[in-house]
């Protein structure tokens, strides 16, 4: 039962989020570091481009799952217009190491990003791991998933489309 209406919650969240498209808001802005540079960004460096932000942890099952899935939609995606940046939220205790060993296991093409503070979930309201926000040219949300995130299912396409 406690199965059933977790599923429930989680498909009305989706659905709820999924559908904003027509009421675009400005991105929370928060602060991340490129894994790759170690060099401080943001969302503000992500305008003029539409973005997907994918936030993971290292300890997160359905990531497992959700990062293979992006790495393998990803040439689609960015022939879409639309960029990529895997959001770490694991907390200062995990090390940049064991988030690379994830990621080059996982989705070695990806852009990584390290929030150590968490402030992606906190910004965007998150209530369940992963969430994806997909972000338009000018910075505003277009679309949010709470969950898995499917790249080849039918409101992700709609959503790319509406950016791209």
Do not use: K, Q
């Not at 059933?4 to 659905?15: E, F, Y």
């Not at 503070?117 to 369940?128: C, G, K, T």
């Amino acid at each position: 039962m406690r199965a059933r209406v977790a599923g429930i919650l989680l498909a009305a969240t989706v659905a709820t989020t999924a559908g904003a498209c027509g009421d675009a808001a400005d991105a929370p802005r928060f602060d991340a570091v490129e894994l790759s540079t170690d060099r401080a960004t943001s969302t503000d460096d992500l305008r003029g481009r539409p973005t997907l932000l994918a936030a993971f942890a290292t300890w997160c099952t359905p990531c497992e799952r959700e990062l293979p899935a992006l790495e393998e939609a990803l040439a689609d995606i960015e022939a879409a217009g639309v960029d990529v940046v895997a959001v770490n939220v694991d907390g200062p205790g995990v090390g940049d190491d064991e988030v690379t060993e994830m990621i080059e296991r996982l989705a070695p093409s990806l852009d990584v990003w390290r929030d150590a503070e968490s402030a992606m979930l906190v910004a965007y309201e998150a209530i369940f791991m992963p969430h994806s926000v997909l972000l338009d040219a000018e910075g505003a949300v277009v679309a949010a998933w709470s969950g898995s995130l499917d790249p080849t299912g039918d409101d992700f396409l709609a959503a790319l489309a509406s950016v791209g």
